[in-house]
């Protein structure tokens, strides 16, 4: 969905369009829904942003949230000194600056910053997508040299890394207990 944001300087506006998946909750808060692994939400009303994981808490998770608060540190929209633990599990939150001027909406200079940070991010996970696709597909259908037909395996007695009479526990001494 695309968003118009007017940015004005004086006499001067001018409108910058992003091209965002993001919806708006009824308190007002911008939901974005573009990164692979974070839900970032704007919170115009409280001066914050957060960072929510997507479905499950990684490593990889924690290295977005990261990278999305050092990218909007570095460009002077969130106080480095709020950037702390949210409320909600694995949930990373940022106070926005106070603007030096009447008139500098922070809000939406947050909005493009993220939408620049996502624009950056975007073939990193893209490819990491890709890449868990193409390895699903490799399981689901292997090639001929990955694969044997019912029935092409020869039989022996022993064969595979089981062997019989072994006993497989963490506290028996498997060697012990042999046919």
């Known amino acids: 969905m695309a968003i118009k944001i007017t940015i ?3 006499e001067q506006s001018s409108i910058i369009t992003l091209e965002m998946n993001i919806r708006k909750a ?4 911008l939901m974005i829904f573009d990164h692979g692994d974070i839900d970032i939400v704007l919170s115009p009303r409280d001066s914050k942003v957060i960072a929510f994981p997507k479905d499950t ?6 290295g977005a949230q990261n990278r999305l608060f050092t990218h909007l540190h570095k460009r002077g929209v969130v106080m480095p000194e ?4 949210g409320s909600f599990f694995g ?4 106070k926005l600056q106070n603007p030096f001027k009447e008139g500098i909406d922070t809000a939406k200079l947050a909005l493009v910053n993220i939408s620049s940070f996502i624009d950056e991010e975007r073939p990193y996970f893209e490819s990491m997508e890709a890449i868990v696709g193409m390895s699903e597909d490799e399981l689901a259908h292997p090639d001929k040299e990955d694969s044997t037909e019912l029935g092409e395996v020869p039989q022996r007695d022993e064969q595979g890394s ?7 526990t963490p506290y028996a001494a ?5 046919v």
Not at 26 to 29: E, L, R, S, T
Not at 57 to 62: A, K
Not at 91 to 94: R, Y
């Open 174 to 178: 498997n060697y012990l207990y042999t």
């Open 82 to 85: 709020s950037i702390q633990a």
């Open 26 to 29: 009824v308190n007002g808060d």
């Open 57 to 62: 808490l990684n490593d990889l998770t924690y």
């Open 8 to 10: 004005r300087k004086g």
């Open 162 to 168: 089981i062997r019989p009479g072994y006993i497989k």
């Open 91 to 94: 949930a990373f939150e940022a």
